[in-house]
C-alpha cells in the first residue's frame, strides 16, 4: 500500500519543533467566520489567484448566466453560483487554468420597466423622453444599480476572473449581436412578417413562449347564442372571453357532425352588433366538447389564427397594445378589456343573448416580467428561423456530445426541439440593441451594420431605422462566445484557447430559451458545441413546495443568512438539500448544519493544535493501526468524491466529506490517538495527524473555501503562494480494503462493548476484559484500538465459554466480556432467541434476492457478491447463536 500520508506530492509538513499547549491561546475558541471570510476574500483577490490568461495548462471554463442587471441575489443564484464555485475551485487545485468569466444580462423588459417606474416618481412618463434622454436614464440607472448582484456574489465567495467581468450591453457585445444580425438576414434565417405573437399589454411588447407563465384560474365560461341568418334557429358557443366577440370573423363545426349538416353556405350574425360570419367545417373541432360548435376570432386566438389562414378569414384585431377596445369593435371603444368583459356579458344578457354561465378553471399565460395577462395578438415582428439550427442542436445533445446531468432532461430537450417554432426576435421597447433595419420613404428595407452602410445600400440618408430592439436573449445566446470577443475576432487567443467551455450550470427552466440556443449559436458560429457538460439545477422551494418568491415572502434574505450563518455554512446547507435535477426543499436548519461542521472542524483543529508534542515517546501500537486504517479510508473517500464529481452529484461529493471528517476523522481517528490526559502525544502521530488535517482541509476548500483557508494557515505558518486555494488536489492512491473491513470490525466491537456497559450500568472509567473465542475467521491486528476504545485490560483468545461472561456475536464471531454478576440465563437466552429470529430473517430475504436469477444477472457482480457476503454471514451467525443457546439450555 501507498500510504498517501507519507508520500504527500504537496502535503508541507509542520516543522520539527516542540508544540507546546499555549499555542492554543493564540486560536481563538469559537471560530468567526465575519473576521476570516472579507479577509481571505481580499487575499486571494490582491494575490491574483481568480485571474486568468491563455497559457500551456489545460484549461477550465465556465461562462456565469448572466443574472439580471436589475436582480440582487435570490436563492436560485445562491445554489447555482455555489456549485459553479465548487467546480472551479477544484479545477483550480488540479492544476487547470481554471476560468470563470462572470457578468450580467441587460433584461430590456425589466430594466425599462424600472425606469418607467422611476420617471413616475418624477412625475414624468416615457414619451416625455426622446429615446436618446430615455437611454441617458436607462445607462445611469445601469451605473448605479446594475453591479449590486455581483458584489454579492463576492460574499458568497464566487472565485470569478473580475476582470473579465462582461455586460450584454457593452459596446463589443452589442456589435456582435448586430453582427449576427445581419449575417442571419443574408443567410435568409431572420425575416420581417405578421405573424400571432404573446402580447404584453402592461409592457406594451411581444414577449416569447418561454416569458410566459402559465397559472390555472378560476373563471367564467360564458354561453352565448348567435342567431342564423335568414332563420328563426340559433347556435350557442361557449367561451372565457366574451369581449372578443365583437372580433369573431365565423363559428367553426367538424365536417362530420351531422347536427349542423344543413347549416352549410349559412352565415351567422354576430350578438350586439349583428354582422354576419360564415359558418365553417373543420377537423379541428372536437364533436364531444360543448356544443361541437366554436367562435372563430383569428386576431386573438393561435388556433383561431391557423383557422383562418386556412379558410382566408377576415381578421379583425379589436385590441389596442394598452389592451383597451378600438374602433373595429364598435362597442365599449377605449375601455379596458377587463371592464370591457364586464359590460358585454351585462349587455347580452340584458339583450337576450346570454343561455348560461358556469365556473371552470383553465391555464392562462401571465408575462413572466410584468405579471399581465397576455393577449395573442397579430403584429408585425422580426424572426428568426429556428428549423436548420434546431437539427445539430438536437443531435448533439442526443449522441451525448453534450451531456445533459441528470440525463432526465434530455427527452424534455428533444421535444422542444422537434417541435421548434421561429422565434420572434423584436421587442417593442428602446433599452436594447435597436434592430439594424433602416427604411427608405417606400418602406423598402436595407438590414446592415451601420447607418453608413445602409445610406450606401440604400443610396440615399433618408432612412428610417427600426424603432423596436432586439429580444435579451438574442444577445444572450452568444455568450459563451461573445465574452471571448469570438464574433467580432472569430481567430483571436482567448477564443481559441478557452472555447468550447466545459461545464454550464443554469436551471432546466430556461433548457430551451437559452442552453438550446447557446448550442445552436455555437454550431452556427464556431461549428462546435459551446460547452460540454450542462448540469441542470434544481428550484428553490420552501417546506410547503412553493416556489421561492418575493411575492409570496417566502424567500430569504441572503445576505442575512450568511450574515448568521457564515458563507461557508450556507453553501453547505444549500448543497445539503440539492439533489441534481430535482427541486430542493429550502430549510435553515440545514445552514445551521453548516455552521456547526464549520464549528467542529474548528475544534478539531484546535483539540489537536493544543496537545503537548514529544520526541522522546514511541508510536503507541493503536496510533500505527489508526494511521494506515485512516490512510485507507482517505484513499477510498478521495476515490468516491471524484467519482461522485465526474458525474456531477455535488450534494453526495459534500456528504462524503462531511462523513470523512465529523464521523471518520473526530469520531474515530481523533479518540483513538488522542493522548491520555495531561499527557503528551507522540511528534510521529502528531505529524501524521497535521498532514492528514490539510488533506481533508484541500478536500472540503471547494465545498467551504473560507474556515478551510484559514485552517490550512494556522496549521503551520506559510510562505508566499502557499495557499490553500492553489494547493494540489489529493489523488487517490491504492485502497486496503482489508484494513477498511478490520476497522468496520473494530466499530461493531467497540460498539457492542458500549452497549453492555450501558446495559450493565458500568462506568466508562472500569476497564473490562475483552475474550474472543477461537475461529478461522479471527483478526487481531487492530485489537490495541479496540481496547483503548472499549476501555479494556486487553484482548484474549479462548476455546470455551468463559462462567458468568456477556456474549457478543459480531459477524460470525463470538466475544465475552466477564461480569462479576451471574449472568440472568432466562433474559440472556431471551435475547439470543429474538436475535436468531432477526438473523434468520435476514437471511430469508438475502437468500430470495440471490434466488431471483433476473437480479443476479443484470445487477453489477460487486453488489451480487455483497449479497452473497451477507448470506454467508448471516449463515455463520446464526450458527454461533444457536450454539449460545444450546450452551444456556
Known amino acids: 500500500m501507498i500510504r498517501l500520508i507519507l508520500q504527500p506530492k504537496s502535503c508541507h509538513k509542520p516543522e520539527n519543533k516542540r508544540v507546546l499547549p499555549n499555542f492554543i491561546m493564540d486560536i481563538p475558541k469559537h471560530y468567526d467566520p465575519s473576521k476570516t471570510e472579507d479577509k481571505w476574500y481580499s487575499k486571494w483577490m490582491e494575490r491574483g489567484y481568480f485571474r486568468s490568461v491563455p497559457d500551456d495548462r489545460e484549461p477550465f471554463t465556465i461562462v456565469i448566466p448572466p443574472p439580471n442587471v436589475t436582480g440582487v441575489l435570490h436563492m436560485g443564484h445562491m445554489l447555482n453560483n455555489t456549485i459553479q464555485d465548487i467546480l472551479v475551485r477544484r479545477a483550480r487545485m488540479q492544476g487547470k487554468n481554471a476560468l470563470w468569466v462572470p457578468g450580467t444580462d441587460h433584461a430590456s423588459i425589466a430594466t425599462e420597466a424600472r425606469v418607467v417606474a422611476q420617471l413616475k416618481e418624477e412625475g414624468k412618463v416615457?414619451?416625455?423622453?426622446?429615446?436618446?434622454?430615455?437611454?441617458?436614464?436607462?445607462w445611469a440607472w445601469k451605473e448605479k444599480h446594475g453591479g449590486i448582484i455581483l458584489e454579492q456574489l463576492k460574499k458568497l465567495g464566487a472565485s470569478c476572473d473580475w476582470e473579465r467581468t462582461r455586460f450584454t450591453m457593452e459596446p463589443k457585445l452589442s456589435e456582435a449581436v448586430i453582427k449576427v444580425f445581419v449575417d442571419l438576414h443574408k443567410k435568409g434565417l431572420i425575416y420581417r412578417g405578421i405573424r400571432m405573437v404573446n402580447w404584453d399589454p402592461k409592457g406594451q411588447t411581444a414577449v416569447s413562449?418561454?416569458?410566459?407563465?402559465?397559472?390555472?384560474?378560476?373563471?367564467?365560461?360564458?354561453?352565448v347564442k348567435y342567431k342564423i341568418e335568414d332563420s328563426e334557429e340559433w347556435l350557442t358557443i361557449a367561451t372565457t372571453r366574451p369581449e372578443t366577440i365583437l372580433g369573431d370573423t365565423a363559428i367553426c363545426v367538424h365536417p362530420?357532425?351531422?347536427?349542423?349538416?344543413?347549416?352549410?353556405?349559412?352565415?351567422?350574425?354576430?350578438p350586439l352588433i349583428g354582422r354576419a360570419i360564415p359558418i365553417i367545417f373543420d377537423e379541428y373541432v372536437d364533436m364531444e366538447f360543448g356544443?361541437?360548435?366554436?367562435?372563430?376570432?383569428?386576431?386573438?386566438?393561435?388556433?383561431?389564427?391557423e383557422l383562418g389562414v386556412r379558410h382566408k378569414l377576415e381578421t379583425i384585431d379589436i385590441l389596442n397594445d394598452d389592451g383597451t377596445l378600438n374602433e373595429k369593435a364598435q362597442l365599449f371603444v377605449g375601455v379596458d378589456r377587463d371592464i370591457a368583459r364586464k359590460s358585454i356579458c351585462k349587455q347580452l344578457e340584458a339583450e337576450g343573448y346570454l343561455v348560461k354561465t358556469e365556473t371552470l378553471k383553465h391555464s392562462v399565460g401571465f408575462s413572466e416580467r410584468t405579471d399581465a395577462v397576455i393577449e395573442p395578438k397579430l403584429s408585425m415582428q422580426w424572426f428568426?428561423?429556428?428549423?436548420?439550427?434546431?437539427?445539430?442542436?438536437?443531435?448533439?445533445?442526443?449522441?451525448?456530445?453534450?451531456?445533459?446531468?441528470p440525463p432526465k432532461f434530455k427527452n424534455t430537450y428533444k421535444h422542444w426541439m422537434e417541435n421548434v417554432r421561429d422565434w420572434c426576435i423584436s421587442r417593442q421597447l428602446w433599452w436594447g440593441q435597436q434592430i439594424p433595419a433602416y427604411y427608405n420613404k417606400d418602406g423598402v428595407i436595407f438590414v446592415a451594420e451601420s447607418r453608413e452602410e445602409a445610406e450606401k445600400l440604400a443610396g440615399t440618408a433618408e432612412l428610417r431605422q427600426d424603432e423596436d430592439v432586439l429580444d435579451t436573449w438574442f444577445s444572450s445566446w452568444l455568450w459563451p462566445i461573445s465574452v471571448f470577443n469570438g464574433i467580432l475576432d472569430p481567430d483571436n487567443e482567448d477564443i481559441k484557447y478557452y472555447y468550447p467551455t466545459n461545464d454550464l450550470v443554469t436551471a432546466p427552466e430556461i433548457l430551451f430559451f437559452w442552453v438550446g440556443r447557446m448550442i445552436m449559436s455555437g454550431y452556427e458560429y464556431r461549428g462546435e458545441l459551446p460547452f460540454k457538460n450542462v448540469y441542470l439545477t434544481g428550484i428553490v422551494r420552501d417546506q410547503k413546495r412553493r416556489k421561492m418568491s418575493k411575492s409570496l415572502g417566502n424567500s430569504p434574505d441572503c445576505l442575512e443568512l450568511m450574515k448568521t450563518f457564515g458563507a461557508d455554512g450556507v453553501r453547505v446547507g444549500m448543497l445539503f438539500c440539492s439533489p441534481a435535477g430535482n427541486d430542493?426543499?429550502?430549510?435553515?436548519?440545514?445552514?445551521?448544519?453548516?455552521?456547526n461542521f464549520s464549528n467542529k472542524i474548528w475544534n478539531a483543529f484546535r483539540l489537536v493544535k493544543g496537545w503537548e508534542v514529544s520526541d522522546s515517546i514511541s508510536q503507541p501500537e493503536e496510533s500505527i493501526a489508526a494511521s494506515k486504517w485512516f490512510d485507507a479510508k482517505l484513499n477510498q473517500t478521495i476515490s468516491t468524491i471524484d467519482d461522485h464529481f465526474s458525474k456531477f452529484r455535488m450534494s453526495d461529493a459534500l456528504m462524503s466529506v462531511y462523513k470523512l471528517i465529523w464521523d471518520d476523522f473526530c469520531s474515530w481517528y481523533l479518540e483513538i490517538i488522542k493522548p491520555a490526559y495531561e499527557q503528551p502525544i507522540d511528534k510521529s502521530t502528531y505529524d501524521e495527524a497535521i498532514g492528514y488535517l490539510e488533506y481533508l482541509m484541500k478536500l472540503l476548500h471547494p465545498f467551504m473555501p473560507f474556515i478551510s483557508e484559514e485552517v490550512w494557515h494556522l496549521i503551520i505558518e506559510r510562505k508566499d503562494g502557499e495557499d490553500l486555494i492553489v494547493a494540489e488536489w489529493p489523488n487517490a492512491q491504492t485502497v486496503?480494503?482489508?484494513?477498511?473491513?478490520?476497522?468496520?470490525?473494530?466499530?461493531?466491537?467497540?460498539?457492542?462493548?458500549?452497549?453492555?456497559?450501558?446495559?450493565?450500568?458500568?462506568l466508562p472509567k472500569d476497564k473490562l476484559d475483552l475474550i474472543v473465542k477461537e475461529s478461522k475467521d479471527v483478526n487481531n491486528s487492530m485489537d490495541s484500538v479496540i481496547v483503548k476504545l472499549a476501555n479494556l485490560n486487553g484482548v484474549t483468545f479462548t476455546k470455551d465459554k468463559p462462567e458468568n461472561a456477556e456474549s457478543l456475536v459480531i459477524g460470525s464471531t463470538e466475544y465475552f466480556i466477564p461480569l462479576a454478576e451471574s449472568i440472568d440465563a432466562e433474559a440472556a437466552s431471551g435475547n439470543l432467541e429474538e436475535e436468531l429470529k432477526y438473523t434468520r430473517g435476514f437471511l430469508i430475504s438475502v437468500s430470495k434476492k440471490l434466488e431471483n436469477k433476473k437480479f443476479v444477472d443484470n445487477a453489477p457482480a460487486e453488489v451480487v457478491e455483497r449479497e452473497k457476503k451477507k448470506q454467508s454471514d448471516a449463515e455463520a451467525r446464526i450458527k454461533v447463536l444457536e450454539q449460545q443457546l444450546s450452551n444456556l439450555n
Not at 356544443?291 to 389564427?305: E, F, R, S
Not at 428568426?384 to 442542436?393: F, G, H, N, T, V
Not at 426543499?585 to 445551521?592: H, R, V, Y
Open 736 to 762: 486496503n480494503d482489508q484494513l477498511l473491513g478490520d476497522f468496520e470490525r473494530v466499530v461493531e466491537v467497540v460498539t457492542a462493548v458500549r452497549n453492555v456497559r450501558k446495559k450493565k450500568n458500568i
Open 384 to 405: 428568426c428561423k429556428m428549423e436548420e439550427m434546431s437539427k445539430p442542436a438536437l443531435e448533439h445533445v442526443m449522441n451525448d456530445d453534450i451531456k445533459f446531468y
Open 291 to 305: 356544443t361541437g360548435a366554436l367562435k372563430v376570432t383569428p386576431a386573438h386566438d393561435i388556433n383561431d389564427y
Open 584 to 595: 430542493l426543499l429550502f430549510d435553515e436548519a440545514l445552514c445551521e448544519q453548516g455552521r
Open 209 to 223: 413562449d418561454e416569458e410566459v407563465i402559465h397559472r390555472e384560474v378560476e373563471a367564467n365560461l360564458y354561453h
Open 126 to 138: 416615457k414619451s416625455d423622453l426622446t429615446r436618446e434622454e430615455f437611454l441617458e436614464k436607462a
Open 256 to 270: 362530420q357532425d351531422k347536427r349542423y349538416q344543413h347549416l352549410k353556405g349559412k352565415k351567422a350574425l354576430v
